[in-house]
Every structure is written in structure tokens, then in C-alpha cells.
């Protein structure tokens, strides 16, 4: 039997109760036809009415209870006044989500919106950027991919890659009680392989029985921190990609990026040393995100929409990274896991780090022309909407152009920065 199928006979209060029932009725069709030998037929008809009564009160208290679950009711009660500020914050938060997904069409037909575009069209987009009726399909698709239930605490965590991931794993590995040398190496591929073995993908049926009962959450991130993080541990280093991946990123994605992009860079830019290693630029990668349909991307720069879909499933808490720590004690207060799970961000950014951050931004953003800023902020556009995030910090940096290209680029010493340290970015 698959884990899978043992999740489902072991958990699945739905068939606890038939089962119970089976034997109850099984047990009074007995004393039934003993009694039917016996007894008076006054006293036979007083135990089935016995029965009957029992069996109404029960169908009652299970109905109230299915009704319960259903509404998500007393899933989330604030323990304190700062508790109850909060929630109104994951309220407001959810509102906001709720808006854009209206905007863009999420609970419409196409040809409303399309109509509704007819009449006030968006603003033009860059080449290469999916317009909204195009974005359409893809507000429209559910997946439970990304889901890890947590049964035993009720909880449902939607993991957005490069979102406080690693973070939630060791934690959902801890409320799995693994031992801590069972655990891979952070950077190795089989950790977030490990965590799925552990908490096997459940069926949709399985996956809309706990959705009730559970506390749903998600992590956002600023999307251009999330495509920062991504290519400084995926593409910046060959030798770190080989190392923990095999060189798996290179062969997929940072080969062909250099093999399409490479040749214009270092004609416009001869002697510049970023179009001289092995791997691709940042410039490069973005340019292959700019050009690629958002729906081909690989998770870990897939935007969040698409990876935890806000449309269709209803979060609970929409933990953020600029307030996780608060966001995430409020989950484990919820759940009684507070001094249970220590949870913290791990490579979480201190002291200097965070400035060595701040400059990886600048160096990184300034190889980029203001428009090639403008149309990655287009192509992430839902999720800029959707979670309340703006390009301000970032397109300060970029270089005027006269095209997508940009036409000056200058490298900074700290392109050679450790990528041990500026991976503390966190994964």
C-alpha cells in the first residue's frame, strides 16, 4: 500500500465514523434477534426506539460539526489584544488578495474580461510579457503541489521556494519528530525530497477534507529578492551548482542562457568581465525571464501566484519575510507550538550581512536598463499587486537606455563577494 493510501485509511475521520457505525448496527441487529426470541414485543420496541434515538442525536452533532468545519469556524482565536490587531492584519492582507485577483479576472469568464479590457485596456506592455487575458488561464489553475499537511497540528503550508522554505521544512521535519542526523545537507537536492517522503502529496479528496480543520498559510517574499536568491544559488557558481546539484541548473537553464544571450552582450561590451565566465550574468537572466512565458518557469523564480494560487485557495495567515518572526509566532501560538518548534530564518541576514545584501542589490540592478526593470516588474506584476511590494529600491540602481538593452554597465567589486555569504539572501 502506497503512504498515500495508508494517510487514508489511518486518517480519515469520515471512515473512523462509518466504521463505527457498522459495528454499532451490527451489534443491535444481535441483541435484535436475541431478543425477538424472548422478549415481549413491548420491550423489543422500546429498544429499537432506544436506538433510533441515539443514532438522531449522533447524525445531529455530526452535521453541526461538518457545518463547523465548513464555515473554518474556531480555527483562529486570538489569544491576546496583539493577537487580535494581527488577525486584523491577515484580514486586511487577505482583502488585498481578494481585489487583485478581481482585477485580473480570477472568478470571471474571459470573455467578461476580455470585455472588459475592450473598454479600459491596460497600460502597453514590453514584449515578451504576458498581457492579463493571457494571465487569465493561469489565475484559473488550482494545483496541490506545493502543499505539506500537517496533520497531528493542523496546519497546510503552501512552499514557495526562496520564501523562508528551508526555514518551514526544519520545522515541519522537527513536528515529524526525524532525528537530526537523518536530515541531508541544507544545500543538497534530496532535503526538500526528504521533507515530501515525509509528508507524501495528498489526493485532492484527502487535501479538501483537511482544508477545513487546518490552519492554511503561506510566506510572500518581494519578487525581485526571490529572483536575486534564485540566481545567486542556481546560476551565479558553476562550482556550487556541481557541488550540491550535480550541476543540474547549468545543464537546464544557465548553458542556453549564455548560448542565446551571450554573443550580443559581449559584442556591445568586449572587454567586460561578466560576459567572459562560464556562467550566465544577471543581466543575461533576466533577459531569459523577460522572454520566457511565466507558466515554463522552474519553481524557485516562478511567481508566487502560480505556486500557491491566493484565487482559489483560501489562506488563512499570509506570512510576510518583513514580519515573519511575528507572523510566524502568531501560527505556532495558534497551534500550541510555541516552545515546541523554534523557528527562525535560516541564513537570516544580521549586521554586515545585511549591508553586503544591500550592495549585492546595487551590483546586481545595475546591469540592468530601467526598461529591462520595468518589464520584470510586468511579468511579476500579480505578485507585486497581489502581496503589496514596489520596485522603488530597485530601479534607482538600473541605467537609462535607449531599448530593452541596456547601453552602459559598469562591474563592481563586490560581483566577487563570497557566494557562501550572499546566499544568505534566504533560501
Known amino acids: 500500500m502506497s503512504k498515500e493510501g495508508e494517510s ?7 471512515q473512523s465514523q462509518r466504521s463505527l457505525w457498522t459495528t454499532w448496527t451490527f451489534l443491535a441487529l444481535s441483541v435484535w434477534k436475541k431478543l425477538s426470541k424472548r422478549s415481549q414485543p413491548a420491550v423489543m420496541i422500546g429498544v429499537v426506539m432506544i436506538y433510533l434515538c441515539v443514532m438522531s442525536l449522533q447524525l445531529v452533532d455530526d452535521s453541526k460539526n461538518r457545518r463547523s468545519a ?18 486584523a492584519e491577515f484580514n486586511r492582507r487577505k482583502k488585498i488578495i481578494k481585489d487583485t485577483c478581481e482585477k485580473f479576472g480570477a472568478y470571471t469568464t474571459r470573455d467578461k474580461l476580455l470585455a472588459k ?11 515578451g510579457v504576458e498581457k492579463d487575458d493571457q494571465l487569465w488561464s493561469t489565475l484559473k489553475r488550482t494545483s496541490h503541489h506545493q502543499f505539506f499537511v500537517q ?30 542526523y537523518e536530515i541531508p545537507e541544507d544545500n543538497g537536492m534530496g532535503l526538500h525530497a ?35 536568491s534564485a540566481y545567486m544559488d542556481k546560476l551565479e557558481d558553476y562550482t556550487r551548482d556541481l557541488k550540491y546539484r550535480g550541476g543540474y541548473y547549468y545543464a537546464m537553464y544557465g548553458a542556453d542562457i549564455v548560448a542565446k544571450f551571450r554573443q550580443k552582450y559581449q559584442e556591445k561590451f568586449p572587454k567586460n568581465p561578466l560576459f567572459m565566465k562560464k556562467e550566465p550574468s544577471f543581466v543575461e537572466f533576466v533577459e531569459f525571464l523577460i522572454e520566457t512565458p511565466v507558466s515554463k518557469y522552474d519553481e524557485h523564480w516562478k511567481p508566487q501566484f502560480l505556486l500557491c494560487p491566493p484565487c482559489h485557495f483560501k489562506f488563512d495567515v499570509i506570512v510576510k519575510m518583513e514580519t515573519f518572526e511575528r507572523d510566524t509566532n502568531f501560527i505556532l501560538s495558534q497551534r500550541n507550538l510555541d516552545g515546541v518548534v523554534s523557528l527562525t530564518k535560516k541564513h537570516s541576514s544580521v549586521g554586515g550581512k545585511k549591508k553586503k545584501e544591500a550592495n549585492l542589490v546595487q551590483t546586481l540592478f545595475s546591469q540592468l536598463s530601467k526598461n529591462m526593470v520595468q518589464a520584470l516588474y510586468e ?9 503589496e511590494y514596489d520596485i ?16 552602459v554597465i559598469e562591474v ?3 560581483q566577487n563577494e563570497s557566494v557562501e555569504e550572499v546566499t544568505s539572501v534566504e533560501s
Open 151 to 180: 496533520k497531528e497540528h493542523g496546519l497546510m503550508w503552501c512552499k514557495v521556494p526562496k520564501a523562508a522554505s528551508t526555514s518551514w521544512l526544519h520545522a515541519y521535519l522537527t513536528m515529524a519528530h526525524v532525528p537530526q
Open 70 to 87: 465548513a464555515r473554518g469556524q474556531a480555527k483562529i482565536i486570538p489569544k491576546s489584544p496583539d493577537e487580535s490587531i494581527l488577525l
Open 194 to 228: 526528504f521533507l515530501r517522503e515525509k509528508y507524501p502529496l495528498l489526493s485532492k479528496n484527502l487535501n479538501k477534507q483537511f482544508m477545513p480543520v487546518s490552519l492554511k498559510f503561506l510566506v510572500v517574499r518581494h519578487p525581485f529578492e526571490r529572483v536575486i
Open 379 to 387: 511579468k511579476y506584476r500579480i505578485d507585486f499587486q497581489m502581496f
Open 117 to 127: 479590457l475592450k473598454l479600459k485596456p491596460g497600460p502597453e506592455l514590453y514584449p
Open 8 to 14: 487514508s485509511s489511518k486518517g480519515s475521520p469520515e
Open 392 to 407: 522603488s529600491d530597485y530601479v534607482k540602481y538600473a541605467s537609462e537606455s535607449e531599448g530593452l538593452m541596456p547601453d
Open 412 to 414: 563592481s567589486a563586490v
